[in-house]
């Protein structure tokens, strides 16, 4: 067995494929580490989980702790997907209720150093519409969800466009509701207005204007109006969202997406405050002159908060982003002296990922909007699935790898020859996944396996193909090598160059794959194979 004699290749080799076999047999052979589900209640709509089932990352966070379910669960919508890694594969829960998923876990302790790949996955949506609003077509929705993309920072994600509807594709179970919402930014001013005989009287711009009231609707210019219900004063839009039998709580619209810009050079962040023992954000944005006007008329009729000496209006400052709360400010009664041009949006909460998303929600009402005639919907999640990519690519590999065998055995009828060409491919396929584990083992947002790494085993297995036959030219016919050895030198370099660029674009597993597979391919695969193939020779 003339190809197995050692050598420094063969130890360089052996060692590789060894490191590679532990990353994917551990999986299989090691304890998991993360949590174990105790209990699942009735209404739980979690797929096939059961009471015993380990999960193993939770929204792409690895080796999850109590505390990571824990905040999934909380930031989770009525109808939310999480996605989840569940002994090994795909799962996930979807939200039965604000901030319940349903199900109960624990701790489970780890074992022996758990390595290997975990399939990463996330969530597709539609975005559908009859008719889009103001202009706009599915290409420019298509160009808002891929700025809020951006804007969140998924560089794997993207989007497609199918007559009116729009797909995108969210990695690692991102949620998808900072990108699919309207994203409708509302800032406005609450304050309690006394009632006296059924009347209320609110003051804009030095004017004061009377609100009836009947115990059910709002009457203002002979026109009534529902609980809830906007309409127009003196340029303002009031709305009434809550009564008792003394005052009405009214809101009055202060500025939206529209009225607003990022600042220049302004210091957005999220940092903890020891005082309120909580994590605050803050996104610094310049007011149009339009909004500056309205609230200086809006604040300037409003009362000191028993008495001036408070320091303090009567009323608060509410941000909002589709109806649902982000925070409430008090209004220093300093600020009746200046005109507002800029400030910053800004909130807080206990939990540092919550104090993030949050962030995240303003970051996506300052980059554009959905229009009210477009509806999101989440059409499900794909956690790991492999799309048709991914079983064209293996019959591709399968027959690339039988094709070298019989290319091989065909020409020069070496059997051990043939079998140490068909290898060749198959090393490298085990060395590139291997890769590809030991980077989610170093990185939560590892490179993912899927159908796009493995269209770029593909694409390395069929340069394998071409190199191995060079290879063989040059080892059993050296009249030939000098021109194979130029040939091989340059497809591999050229394999190399190309993978590296395209592992920056959307394309970048693809690209890994391929650049990965040529590097091991040029520097430990084909010298080992040359080598030994010259045992071979005539």
Partial sequence: ?????????????????????????SPLVFSAVGLKVTGISAGASCGNL??????????????????????????????????????GGPGGCTAIADGNLGVTVEKVSRGWVR????????????????????????????????????????????TSVDGNTIYAYLPNGESVNPVIFPGKLEVLVRQPVP????????????????????????????????????????????????????????????FGNGDITPMPGGQEHVAYDSASASYVYSVPVELSPEASKRFADVVGGL?????????????????????????????????????????????????LDNAVYKKKLVDMALNGVIESGVQARLVGAFEGEFSWVTPAAVAFIGICIVAIFIETFIRDKRPKLSLLAMAVPLFEIVMIIAVAELSQSLADQGWVVDG????????????????????????LYSSSSSRFSRAYMWLSIAAIVAGTVISFTLL??????????????????????????LQFRH
Avoid: C
């Fill in 115 to 158: 390595l290997g790949t975990d399939i990463s996955g996330g969530n597709k949506f539609a975005v559908t519409a009859a008719s889009f609003a103001n202009g706009e077509t599915p290409t420019s929705v298509a160009a808002v969800i891929k700025q809020r993309l951006g804007v969140i920072g998924l560089k794997d994600a993207y």
């Fill in 452 to 475: 796009l790494t493995l269209a770029g085993v593909a694409v390395s297995v069929s340069l394998s193909a071409v190199e191995t036959a060079l290879l063989t030219e040059k080892s």
């Fill in 508 to 533: 970048n597993r693809f690209g890994l794959a391929i650049a990965v597979g040529g590097v091991l391919g040029y520097v430990v695969v084909k010298p080992f194979y040359e080598e030994y193939a």
């Fill in 195 to 254: 009632l006296s005989n059924g009347t209320a009287t609110i003051k804009i711009g030095g004017g004061q204007y009377s609100l009836s009231w009947d115990g059910v609707r709002t009457a203002y210019a002979g026109v009534t109006h529902a609980l809830g219900e906007p309409f127009d004063v003196s340029g303002v839009k009031v709305t009434v969202s809550n009564f008792t039998n003394a005052s009405l709580t009214v809101d009055e619209l202060i």
């Fill in 50 to 87: 059961r009471i015993g089932d380990i999960i193993t990352n939770v929204g792409g966070v690895r080796a999850p702790s109590l505390k990571d379910f824990q905040g999934a669960s909380d930031v989770a919508k009525s109808g939310d997907r999480v996605s989840m890694i569940v002994n």
């Fill in 1 to 25: 067995m003339l190809w197995l004699k050692t050598g420094l290749r063969f130890w360089i080799l052996a060692i590789a494929l060894a490191v590679a076999a532990w990353y994917i047999m």
């Fill in 303 to 351: 009362q000191p908060l028993y008495g001036s000496d408070q320091g303090a209006l009567n009323g608060v400052l509410v941000y909002s982003i589709d109806g649902s709360e982000l925070s409430r400010l008090s209004i220093p009664s300093s600020i009746l002296n200046s005109p507002l041009t800029s400030l910053s949006i800004t909130g807080n909460d206990r939990a």
